[in-house]
């Protein structure tokens, strides 16, 4: 089994900021990319922001100068900071990441259950 749990997501004016945090754990080979995702309602999801094994990042357009996504391999963890939220970033946050569970399988996606992001104006 694998699990990913997200955390840092509430409440927060316009201007703000926060910091999201996913920990993967479970029969954990390795983490490829992890990233992270979000879905306003009525919206599809969407991608926010990845990050390779090796530290390279990408963004959508959106949030380029405003989030930054990390990772800690040793934690199985990965990270976005968030500035300048603005109404629009409002969503729920979901976090995903590309594991293989051993050297005799592929590597599977594996979703969160996403954490609230809430930004008024």
């Known amino acids: 089994q694998v699990q990913l749990v997200e955390s840092g997501g509430g409440l927060v004016q316009a201007g703000g900021s926060l910091r999201l945090s996913c920990a993967a754990s479970g029969s954990i080979l390795r983490i490829n990319v992890m990233g992270w995702y979000r879905q306003a309602p009525g919206n599809q999801r969407e991608l926010v922001a990845v990050i390779t094994s090796g530290g390279t990042p990408n963004y959508q357009d959106s949030v380029k100068g405003r989030f930054t996504i990390s990772r800690d391999n040793a934690k199985n963890t990965v990270y976005l900071q968030m500035n300048s939220l603005n109404p629009d970033d409002t969503a729920v946050y979901y976090c995903?990441?590309?594991?293989?569970?051993?050297?005799?399988?592929?590597?599977?996606?594996?979703w969160g259950k996403g954490t609230l992001v809430t930004v008024s104006s």
């Open positions: 995903n990441a590309n594991i293989a569970r051993s050297r005799w399988s592929g590597s599977m996606n594996y």
